[in-house]
């Protein structure tokens, strides 16, 4: 089962930065928070990861809680390209159920002009 | 981010026959690669997991004899439904990941099987 509690859905202003928040209360220590998106009939993308500190890539920035509970993706400057189903998945390495990626419902972000 | 390359991307089949779905990492080898599948609008289901050179491990409810997982060499792994028939037809997609214990998973483009 997914370990991890997302809203259904959001929606952001071209431009602005898109917040996105995870629960995971009941995330172990050996376990990392990832992040993907869907878009449409294609394969899931990789965003970005981390274990306890916040994290930044080209694409996007985690901020994960110090209590490592809950994290935030965060996509600075949205573009109607980012309209996606956003997916935050607990998972731990391949010595810990292989890891394994169990999705959840994620969020589907919109994106509007 | 590495490249994970599938195919086909859509293919039709008759009912009772099978069909082969190839998962490639194309840049890193893939110590170990996840089959999904994916109804319309619903998130992925995880149906197994397959280390290079040994049987693959079938998540709960998965028929394993129906879809058969082969993962021969460090960059292909193959999925073949087996007589296939039309509550089959849904999106699958792969993944493949490298060694290292907390290496990202990457996603193929997925397959688009209908069963007629």
């Known amino acids: 089962d997914a370990k991890t509690t997302q809203p259904t859905s959001m929606d952001c202003a071209e431009g602005r930065a898109a917040n996105l928040p995870c629960n995971h209360s009941?995330?172990?220590?050996?376990?990392?928070v990832y992040w993907y998106r869907q878009i449409h009939s294609q394969g899931p993308q990789y965003i970005i990861h981390?274990?306890?500190n916040n994290e930044t890539n080209e694409m996007a920035s985690l901020i994960i809680t110090e209590d490592r509970k809950s994290s935030t993706l965060i996509l600075p400057h949205a573009t109607l390209r980012d309209t996606a189903v956003y997916y935050c998945?607990?998972?731990?390495?391949?010595?810990?159920?292989?890891?394994?990626?169990?999705f959840g419902q994620g969020t589907e972000l919109s994106v509007k002009p | 981010g590495a490249v994970v390359s599938q195919h086909p991307s859509r293919v039709i089949c008759k009912s009772g026959t099978s069909v082969k779905i190839e998962c490639r990492s194309l840049?890193?080898?893939?110590?170990?690669m996840f089959w999904y599948r994916q109804f319309p609008k619903k998130s992925l289901m995880l149906m197994a997991t397959?280390?290079?050179?040994?049987?693959?491990?079938?998540e709960q409810g998965v028929e394993k004899d129906k879809f058969l997982i082969n993962h021969a060499s460090l960059t292909l792994s193959t999925l073949t439904v087996t007589s296939a028939h039309p509550e089959d037809s849904s999106f699958y997609i792969c993944?493949?990941?490298?060694?290292?214990?907390?290496?990202?998973?990457?996603f193929g483009q997925g397959t688009r099987l209908t069963v007629v």
């Open positions: 993944s493949a990941r490298g060694k290292s214990g907390a290496a990202e998973a990457f």
């Open positions: 009941t995330i172990s220590g050996n376990e990392y």
């Open positions: 981390g274990l306890k």
């Open positions: 998945i607990v998972r731990g390495t391949i010595y810990n159920q292989g890891g394994k990626l169990i």
């Open positions: 840049d890193f080898q893939a110590t170990t």
């Open positions: 397959s280390n290079e050179g040994s049987k693959a491990t079938y």
